[in-house]
């Protein structure tokens, strides 16, 4: 059974553009969340959807936002970048939403600013 | 305000002995609790988890105890090896949909 995928896993962009990544979680799973993780503050809670809606949103500013499709695909979009927003981007996906459902994470997009 | 820490940053241990890890947490609403490995470059990998409904699960080698009225959790490795070399993380959930808080993380070493 594949695990959640994430692509791509390396991008380095440029202060002031903007990124989309992109996330396929494990099949049949509907809930898929992303997370920061950073040397500085290690791995924090950016959002969650399930069944295209935002459920939970953690404490990042509105350049970050994401979306889920039908077939619960998930893209997050960082507009005007930051050289802050070099981190690891990690895509998690469980069957359901709440407590009691492990999360399983992808390996990660390494986004370096510039 | 770190709502989950593990005050260890680092652990070393011989192979064959155990590896204790540490996890503390301050909001009582948690209710679910999971430990990930995780290698440099790698997203993190789910070990085991457990439910404020119970204080002991065990997965192999591995088992976590949690103490409720302490707020405390622990992860033990018997027998540890070297391919258990590498960053824990204990997590805590159950407040919000999909929310996991995350501890900052304890480099576990295992020598031969």
């Known amino acids: 059974k594949a695990g959640v995928t994430q692509t791509p896993r390396y991008l380095i962009k440029t202060r002031g553009q903007q990124v989309t990544l992109s996330c396929s979680p494990i099949?049949?799973?509907?809930?898929v969340s992303w997370y920061q993780q950073t040397p500085g503050q290690g791995l924090q809670f950016l959002f969650e959807?399930?069944?295209?809606?935002?459920?939970n949103k953690g404490n990042f500013p509105g350049r970050f936002s994401g979306r889920q499709f039908s077939n619960s695909r998930s893209e997050m979009n960082v507009s005007t970048l930051e050289l802050g927003d070099s981190a690891l981007y990690l895509c998690?996906?469980?069957?359901?939403?709440?407590?009691?459902?492990?999360?399983?994470f992808g390996e990660g997009s390494w986004l370096t600013v510039v | 305000d770190q709502q989950v820490k593990q005050n260890s940053p680092s652990l070393s241990v011989q192979e064959g002995r155990i590896s204790i890890l540490n996890c503390d947490y301050t909001?009582?609403?948690?209710?679910?609790f999971l430990w990930y490995k995780k290698y440099p470059a790698e997203g993190p990998t789910f070990l085991i988890s457990?439910?404020?409904?119970?204080d002991k699960n065990e997965d192999g080698r591995f088992t976590v105890f949690l103490n409720k009225s302490a707020k405390h959790l622990s992860l033990h490795i018997v027998p540890s090896q070297p391919g258990d070399s590498a960053v824990y993380f204990c997590?805590?959930?159950?407040?919000?949909?999909?929310?996991?808080?995350f501890g900052q993380g304890t480099i576990l070493t295992v020598h031969p």
């Open positions: 998690a996906s469980s069957l359901g939403t709440g407590a009691g459902n492990t999360i399983y």
């Open positions: 099949s049949g799973h509907r809930s």
């Open positions: 959807y399930f069944s295209e809606t935002q459920r």
């Open positions: 909001n009582s609403m948690f209710d679910y």
């Open positions: 457990i439910s404020s409904i119970k």
């Open positions: 997590a805590s959930g159950g407040t919000s949909y999909g929310k996991l808080t």
